[in-house]
């Protein structure tokens, strides 16, 4: 099919970021990031079944600032997807399409993904895993 | 002569092909997921730091590795939804968009069978 002078619709760049399209491409960025998060998952679960010498070098990688650096990311990816994902399934269920309720949805998943992220935070490090 | 009725020429030739079936099985797995990654979150806590004893021990626990299969299962195949949406927004060209779902699909695979099996291995 010939494309080259058909116009263009207007690109990215012609429009001003909103809180609706940035909460739009964060839900696919934390979802590739969550996907490339399945490595390490798998790396642990992996580890353990080549038995205690390798499971020891993955849970001290887990445990080293670098790997809590990412369990943490790991975390707010989780709670960002998770509560965003619930955001979605809310408007497959026709909720939620008005601009005001739109916005208010999303600060309050941003508020959710933080809130979820500490209190797992406090919760792991009070848990005495750190 | 055209064999072929109206319906059976445009069936599986609108834009998304089978989009029905992959929308259908991305909220599916999404629902499935909401408490599977709330117990992760709960059990990833709980063995943080753990010697492989402690780890051998919990998931030696029926429902400890049953969860955990049912995450890696339901987790990498809502990956794969989401991972094939994605790459066919933003990879250009044919072929190499092919290529990538099919690199992308043959690793998820690989990861989400290597999981199933060390969980199976340990428990």
Not at chain 1, 40 to 64: H, K, R
Request: aromatic share 14%; charged share 10%; hydrophobic share 55%.
């Amino acid at each position: 099919m010939a494309s080259r002078d058909r116009p263009l619709s207007p690109h990215i760049q012609v429009y001003r970021p909103q809180i609706t399209s940035i909460l739009s491409i964060v839900h696919r960025i934390t979802g590739v990031a969550l996907t490339m998060g399945t490595l390490l998952l798998t790396w642990w679960l992996v580890s353990a079944a080549y038995g205690p010498e390798a499971f020891e070098t993955s849970q001290a990688f887990l445990g080293s600032w670098f790997g809590h650096l990412v369990l943490w990311g790991f975390a707010f990816a989780t709670f960002y997807h998770l509560g965003n994902g619930v955001r979605h399934l809310a408007w497959d269920f026709g909720w939620g399409f008005e601009m005001p309720v739109l916005e208010k949805s999303g600060l309050v998943v941003v508020g959710f993904a933080v809130v979820c992220t500490l209190i797992t935070l406090i919760a792991a490090y009070a848990a005495g895993g750190a | 002569m055209e064999m072929r009725s109206s319906l059976g020429r445009a069936r599986g030739l609108g834009s998304t092909k089978d989009g029905v079936g992959h929308w259908w099985a991305q909220r599916v797995t999404a629902i499935a997921l909401v408490p599977l990654s709330i117990w992760f979150v709960f059990a990833a806590i709980g063995l943080m730091g753990a010697d492989f004893a402690t780890y051998q021990a919990w998931i030696g626990i029926f429902g400890n590795a049953l969860m955990m299969v049912v995450l890696v299962l339901v987790l990498f195949y809502h990956a794969h939804l989401g991972m094939q949406v994605v790459i066919e927004d933003y990879v250009s060209g044919e072929a190499c968009k092919i290529a990538t779902l099919l690199v992308v699909k043959f690793v998820l695979f690989l990861l989400a069978a290597s999981c199933v099996l060390a969980v199976f291995l340990v428990a």
